[in-house]
């Protein structure tokens, strides 16, 4: 567990006074709150930072503790443990139901270490509200996962959810489960759970939105003489008739063997095929002559 | 059937803010509200919306001024946010 200078977070020295503390508090807060750094990871776990400084720093008895045992938070510790020991069952079930109801995990092992977990003013706020807090959460895939329509099990606080992916989900789309957030207070509804997805390409396939993109090295004499090859495609191998003197970096479609689109049943966008056309190495004595023959023929 | 609307009484009283704060709100055109024979109500879609504001106003002090202005940068922040995703995925097409 690493000390944290909760001064030091707030901007301020041990000798700030209450009006000192709001005041760094305030700035901060309107800095970091998460209601305006949407999607800032950053921000939000600086937020918590600040919140759990005003924690202790605006409370007289938690602020004197801290000053008290600073770095030293251990004999804190022990020092709790102590006072724990004669306190009454009254007094330590109140404490308990009080973290708990608040949500201390909040908080860093530090604060709950020395103050066994508390309430921060956001935090007391929040479970007024009518409705549940929204829960957002990342969820990574491979490109051929969302080819077809799925079935995943996530675990969200604790709790199994069984969602359907849908085929053809964009990299970076988000997807609203509703009523899989927090609990809603007052009898109010549960918050909405975000589900944010990553998409891992690792095919030989781009993607652009429906369409597929890959290119294809092709023989130099079925380029300049036409032929049949055979293609990969996301869902399997294709023949494909090469049109002779099919040119270095040209381009064919293969329609409705891209992508499926999300939320279309069977409609899928396209397959852009880019062709690569390789010379052959190491060539014998009678090709190069060949080739010269050819090379003359041109150029008369 | 799922509840659709939520009196804004209801909604004031479990924020402990004024009523009067939310037609503030509907007002300068922040949030919608309905009237139903002489009683406002809250669409429970507008329920993030409203309770992101009052979390603004109340948590961090800020007057329905600052927070119109806020709602329109947040509301350009999630588009240019939308917009970062599609360009990074065209990105990779040339990557």
Partial sequence: MKFIDYYKVLGLTKSAKPSDIKKAYRKLARKYHPDVNPNDKEAEKKFQEINEANEVLSDPEKRKKYDKYGKDWQHAEEFEKAKA???SAYGRSRREGYSQNYGAHDFSDFFESM??????DFSRQRTTRFRGQDFNAELKLHLRDVYTTHKQTLTVNGKNIRITVPAGIENGQTIKISGHGGPGQQGGPKGDLY??????????F??????LYTTVNLDLYKALLGGEITVNTFDGQVKLNVKPETQNGSQV??????????????????LYITYNIVTPKKLTEKEKALIKELAALRNN | MEQEYVLIT?????????????LQLYDNGLVDIVLKENTYYLPVKQLPKAEKIVRLYSELE?????????????NR???????IIYLKNKLDLYE
């Fill in chain 2, 77 to 83: 922040i999630e588009k240019m946010q939308a917009e």
């Fill in chain 2, 10 to 22: 209801d909604f004031c009283t479990s924020h402990d803010i004024e009523t009067h704060f939310i």
């Fill in chain 1, 253 to 270: 479609k293969l329609k409705g063997k891209g992508f499926p689109i999300y939320k279309k049943n069977n409609a899928f966008g396209d």
């Fill in chain 1, 206 to 211: 781009k993607r652009d939105g429906n369409n």
């Fill in chain 1, 195 to 204: 589900i944010t997805f990553s998409i891992i390409n690792n095919t030989p």
């Fill in chain 1, 115 to 120: 103050f066994g977990g508390a309430t921060a």
């Fill in chain 1, 85 to 87: 020991s004669q306190q």
């Fill in chain 2, 62 to 74: 800020i007057n329905l001024e600052g927070i119109e202005v806020i709602t329109q940068l947040l």
